[in-house]
């Protein structure tokens, strides 16, 4: 997790894998890193630590998370992951990160460790407190874009002689105007504290697969693969297959209009996150059984 903006529906997604993860272990790892926000954003570990319960663990709970079966730590508070960033770092050397992530020479030195210690994260449930290596099988969810980072940490795992860990792949949430969903283009996002009068506005100025006209959508069809509403329909607000089927169908036959699943989108997301307001309150609660190093 980087602790630098506010959480939107693309990082629910994650949280809704590790939920799936969570029914066959007890064993899940949240690492925050506030080691790579302070390096490569400059933001604080006090402001890090603060982003991190208040926007993310809370809601992370609040969307049904056993923290019961989670640790959850601070990169910057939790000494074995330090540590072992010191020993894995003398198992690469400066050509291969700089080939991997492309670092020139304005990078401080802190962001080009960074990755090391994102290493380490991964690493670390195979060695015990003493960093002594007890292999045992570890998966890891990311985003395609992680793929050399994984392929990284399974390079130097091997030459631990350790077990490679394995990976998941989740896409990334199109955003509201298209490109990507992101935290720092709140245009595009809608984030989980998002009033019910912000929701409106960002759904209502949300890229659609429909036609350029009523006449020419009712005429030609939508093109609802290509929609970004009908994705938040399919990936966080409508569980039933058969209501989705019913959505594309109509869709692609131009006889559901873009108003109408818009205004279907907005009453959805609005229910969605005033139950979820109301179960951050709960949260807060839970906060106080949290297991990890925060």
């Not at 720092?184 to 019910?196: M, N, R, W, Y």
């Given at each position: 997790m980087m602790p630098s903006g506010k959480m939107h529906f693309g990082h629910k997604m994650v949280v809704d894998m590790l939920k799936f993860y969570q029914n066959y272990t007890d064993k899940i790892f949240i690492p925050i890193a506030d080691l790579e926000a302070f390096w490569a954003r400059d933001i604080s570990f006090e402001k890090s630590k603060k982003i991190a319960i208040e926007e993310y663990i809370i809601n992370y709970i609040a969307l049904g998370l056993d923290i019961d079966k989670t640790f959850i730590y601070l990169q910057s508070k939790y000494w074995k992951v330090k540590d072992l960033s010191f020993i894995l770092s003398k198992k690469t050397n400066w050509s291969e990160i700089k080939a991997i992530y492309g670092f020139g020479g304005e990078t401080n030195i802190g962001h080009i460790f960074a990755p090391i210690v994102q290493v380490a994260d991964i690493l670390q449930p195979e060695f015990d407190e003493n960093l002594n290596k007890k292999p045992i099988p570890v998966l890891v969810p990311v985003?395609?874009?992680q793929d050399p980072h994984i392929r990284l940490t399974r390079d130097i795992a091997k030459r631990l002689k350790i077990i490679e860990p394995s990976s998941t792949y989740?896409?990334?949430?199109?955003?509201?105007?298209?490109?990507?969903?992101?935290?720092?283009?709140?245009?595009?996002?809608?984030?989980?504290?998002?009033?019910?009068?912000?929701?409106?506005?960002k759904i209502s100025s949300a890229k659609t697969g429909g036609g350029k006209t009523l006449e020419e959508h009712k005429k030609y069809g939508g093109k609802p693969e290509e929609c970004v509403i009908y994705e938040m329909f399919l990936y966080h607000l409508i569980l039933d297959d058969k209501e989705l089927s019913k959505i594309y169908e109509e869709c692609k036959k131009g006889e559901l209009t873009c108003g109408k699943c818009k205004k279907l989108a907005y009453e959805l997301i609005i229910n969605f996150l005033k139950e979820l307001r109301e179960k951050r309150e709960e949260a807060k609660e839970k906060l106080k059984e949290l297991k990890g190093v925060i």
């Open positions: 985003g395609l874009d989740h896409r990334f949430m199109t955003g509201l105007l298209g490109g990507k969903m992101s935290s720092s283009k709140p245009e595009t996002a809608i984030f989980l504290t998002d009033s019910d009068e912000e929701v409106k506005k």
